[in-house]
């Protein structure tokens, strides 16, 4: 499990992995979490 700013990073690689296995609906839910853990970081964090 990855805290902070590298959640952000392993939720967008489980995406991609999962997308290049055609493993749409997955990717898409990794997606939409990596998508919450960026509005959590807030405006100050890249």
């Known amino acids: ?3 902070g700013p590298k ?3 392993e939720a967008a690689r489980k995406a ?3 997308e ?3 493993k749409n609906e997955q ?3 990794w997606r939409r ?3 919450a853990l960026k509005l ?3 405006p100050h964090e890249k």
Do not use: K
């Open 1 to 3: 499990e990855a805290h």
């Open 7 to 9: 959640a952000v990073a």
């Open 16 to 18: 991609s992995d999962l």
């Open 20 to 22: 290049q296995e055609g």
């Open 27 to 29: 990717a898409h839910t």
């Open 33 to 35: 979490i990596e998508a």
């Open 40 to 42: 959590m970081r807030g």
